[in-house]
């Protein structure tokens, strides 16, 4: 096998096996209508606003496919192992 495909194949098990549990996804998707409501209601503006959408952004991302990098990085999980 070409060295490519063994290096590919092994990020995608480390990158995209998931790692978050429900409570962790769900939490992070009311945090992210949270920060959008803010912002659509005016209560932050200017730079906040925009770090509170790029973080809200981040966190429906890895709330929808349950993975998240900075867990792999440290090595934890909030997903329950079975």
Same mark, same amino acid.
């Given at each position: 096998? +070409? %060295?490519?495909?063994? !290096?590919?194949?092994?990020?995608?098990? &480390?990158?995209?096996?998931?790692?978050?549990?429900?409570?962790?996804?769900?939490?992070?998707? %009311?945090?992210? &209508? #949270?920060?959008?409501?803010?912002?659509?209601? #005016? !209560? !932050?503006?200017?730079? %906040?606003?925009?770090?509170?959408?790029?973080?809200?952004?981040?966190?429906?991302?890895?709330?929808?496919?349950?993975?998240? +990098?900075?867990?792999? !990085?440290?090595? &934890?999980?909030?997903?329950?192992?079975?």
């Amino acid at each position: 096998m +070409p %060295l490519t495909f063994l !290096i590919f194949k092994s990020l995608t098990n &480390i990158f995209m096996n998931k790692n978050m549990g429900f409570f962790d996804q769900f939490l992070r998707g %009311l945090i992210a &209508i #949270g920060l959008i409501a803010l912002n659509a209601k #005016g !209560i !932050i503006s200017g730079g %906040l606003a925009v770090a509170a959408v790029i973080i809200a952004v981040v966190f429906i991302l890895t709330g929808v496919f349950g993975f998240c +990098p900075i867990y792999v !990085i440290f090595g &934890i999980t909030s997903r329950k192992i079975s």
